[in-house]
């Protein structure tokens, strides 16, 4: 029986401009499991978000392989990769990132445009995330007329929007106070336990911390559990 959803194997980035390379992540490792939702933490600079990027399909590893639902990811061609961020990866930014001129409804209706899901599923999905964040009254809000907290949630909801495997959350709560912040953490964790999902989210705030299964720390390209 296989739990795994993630598995990074030994992987490595290097940056470089041909004269001079750095080394920012050094023989990552790491497994996630179905329902597990993963923290990771660390100091600036330390490589946290390149990990999220090579694991979302955004940059490739320069050493080292990821594997998302037993699929390699980052051998697959260009067009490949873009179905594999459409409908496997769910990214939650710092900022929400919302397209001011899309209602609330639409935010999410283009996603399942995007992933080729059906009309009437996408409906049916798109309704019914906004009910569980509790978007129900706004779907037809403009960004510019919802508050922080709300516009986070609406970027949740578009996260799990095309039911992705794995959901990559860069620091979501740096923009909202702790109790907004703490809420966006609890409805990440509800819907990575009850779809079964794959979380890892990068946070410099650790009251969030107890939200979740495990805790990593990235130092210096290194990750180690806490
Ligand atoms: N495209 C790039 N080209 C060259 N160097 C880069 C590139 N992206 C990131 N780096 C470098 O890689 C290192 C890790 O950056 P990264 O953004 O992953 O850090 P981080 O842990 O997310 O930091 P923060 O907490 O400040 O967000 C830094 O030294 C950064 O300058
Ligand atoms: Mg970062």
Known sequence: MEQSILELKSVSKDFGDGNSTIRVLKKINLTVNKGEFIAIVGPSGSGKSTLLSIIGALLTPTVGEI??????????????????????????????????YLDVYSQLRIVAHIAKIDNRQGERRAQELLKRLDLSHRMRNYPNELSGGEKQRVAIARAFMSD???????????????????????????????????????????????????????????????
């Not at 699929?71 to 697959?76: A, G, P, S």
């Open 67 to 100: 594997t998302i639902d037993q699929q390699i990811v980052h051998q697959q061609y260009n067009k490949k990769l873009n179905q594999i961020r459409a409908k496997k990866i769910g990214f939650i930014f710092q900022s929400p990132n919302l397209i001011p």
């Open 164 to 226: 992705p495997s794995v959901i990559l959350a860069d620091e979501p709560t740096a923009s909202l106070d702790s109790v907004r912040g703490r809420n966006v953490v609890e409805m990440i964790s509800q819907e990575v336990k009850s779809s079964n999902k794959a979380a890892i989210m990068v946070t410099h705030d650790e009251r969030m911390l107890d939200l979740c299964d495990r805790v990593y720390n990235m130092e210096d390209g290194l990750l180690s559990q806490k």
